[in-house]
């Protein structure tokens, strides 16, 4: 017989670990977004691994992403203008090139600006909070894992 609480724990590892490649894979790929997607692996692990937890919140490159948004809910500048530049070449060669129905152009231009409105949105990080954060990294004093919320109870 299976083990309810164990195949639930797998489940979320591999969720986790799926969550985990599509941020990596946003990190190259401006299509995809990079901060959802390991804050959704953060939780799977959260949930199912501490010592998976622990690595990708402290991760060289992961690891920023998920701190800067959990302490300030903010991104970079440099991450915003990127993403917005990608976004609007991927999707201008998609519409001026590709597609051929004029609805399927609105729809995506729809999208992009969706896309926009998000990124423009979300907090800018400033020179004070990366100097909190240098702060808080520098004296140990606010790791990463002790701003993460409590596991949800079943």
């Known amino acids: 017989m299976i083990d309810r609480a164990d195949l639930k724990r ?4 591999a969720a986790g670990f799926f969550f ?11 299509i995809l977004p990079t901060t959802p997607f390991l804050l959704l692996a ?3 692990f959260l949930r199912s691994s501490g010592r ?10 992961f690891g920023p992403f998920i ?17 917005l530049i990608f976004l609007y070449l991927t999707i201008g060669y998609s519409v001026f090139f590709v597609l051929e129905h004029w609805w399927l ?8 600006a969706w896309a926009t409105w998000h ?3 979300l907090r800018t990080l400033t020179a004070e ?3 909190d954060i240098e702060r808080r990294e520098g004296s140990n004093a606010l790791p990463v894992a002790d701003v993460e919320p409590e596991p949800l109870q079943d």
Do not use: C, D, E, F
């Not at 797998?10 to 590892?13: D, E, F, G, P, R």
């Not at 985990?20 to 401006?30: A, K, Q, S, T, Y």
């Not at 998976?52 to 490159?61: D, F, P």
């Open 10 to 13: 797998k489940l979320h590892v």
């Open 20 to 30: 985990l490649v599509l941020g990596g894979l946003g990190v190259v790929l401006p």
């Open 42 to 44: 953060a939780a799977m």
């Open 52 to 61: 998976m937890y622990q690595w990708l919140t402290n991760h060289r490159l």
């Open 67 to 83: 701190r800067n948004y959990r302490l300030y809910r903010a991104v970079p500048l440099r991450t915003k203008v990127t993403a």
């Open 105 to 112: 152009r609105v729809g995506l231009l729809g999208i992009a």
């Open 119 to 121: 990124i423009v949105s």
């Open 129 to 131: 909070m990366r100097a």
